[in-house]
């Protein structure tokens, strides 16, 4: 298996451009996450979805931010409009259950 | 609430061992997981422990729980230049037990 894949690996947008992040989770993982990564506040839980559906979208900043996963094989983030504070690195994870995650190589975003 | 505690940083002579401390809150997490991130690359799973084990060792790394004062360690045995990374312990929140709640992490610096 080619593991989690997301693209792009970098974006670099202007500030009140659409962002759009793409995540492809391991083929027969229930649950897909979203998680931000910043040298200030860590790693942050986005939201999560399990067999497609959203379950917990408590971490999303704002209204700025909205994920989909129309199939088990897909998932995207969208930012709209973005911000410069939205500069981050991404993290798309998929699991089976609770046997542990495993991460994309994430995508660097940088809104300027 | 769920909160996940570790020490910035640790810097170890090559050869040595190393033991990354980490302290959770919740003591319903089923697991507690390491992970591993290199530069530039996405969070890779090391290690996990049952939450009702005291002990696991996986060649050259040993993880010990101590469930009744929520404390949990990473020991890596003959430190090599190549295990230096941050190293981030994880717990299943009570939120789903599928949610993991992450540290800030600890960096490790291995020097000759």
């Known amino acids: 298996d080619a593991g989690v894949i997301q693209s792009p690996r970098h974006e670099v947008t202007e500030m009140g451009q659409e962002v759009t992040l793409r995540c492809k989770p391991i083929?027969?993982?229930?649950?897909l996450f979203w998680y931000r990564q910043t040298m200030m506040r860590g790693l942050e839980l986005l939201i999560y979805f399990n067999n497609n559906v959203p379950i917990d979208d408590s971490g999303m900043p704002e209204d700025r931010f909205s994920a989909k996963m129309p199939n088990a094989s897909f998932s995207t983030l969208k930012i709209q409009p973005s911000e410069p504070r939205d500069s981050a690195v991404y993290f798309c994870a998929s699991s089976l259950g609770d046997r542990g995650y495993t991460f994309g190589s994430g995508t660097r975003l940088t809104v300027v | 609430g769920e909160d996940v505690e570790q020490s910035l940083f640790l810097s170890v002579r090559e050869g040595d061992s190393s033991v990354i401390n980490c302290t959770y809150t919740d003591s319903s997490s089923t697991y507690l997981y390491w992970y591993k991130q290199e530069p530039g690359a996405g969070l890779q799973l090391l290690t996990y422990?049952?939450?009702?084990?005291d002990m696991k060792q996986d060649q050259r790394l040993t993880v010990l729980l101590n469930k009744k004062d929520k404390h949990l360690s990473l020991r890596i045995a003959d430190t090599q230049t190549g295990d230096s990374a941050i190293y981030f312990c994880?717990?299943?929140?009570?939120?789903?037990?599928?949610?993991?709640?992450f540290g800030a992490g600890t960096r490790l610096a291995v020097h000759p």
């Open positions: 422990i049952f939450s009702n084990m």
């Open positions: 083929s027969g993982h229930d649950y």
């Open positions: 994880a717990e299943s929140g009570t939120g789903g037990y599928n949610k993991l709640i």
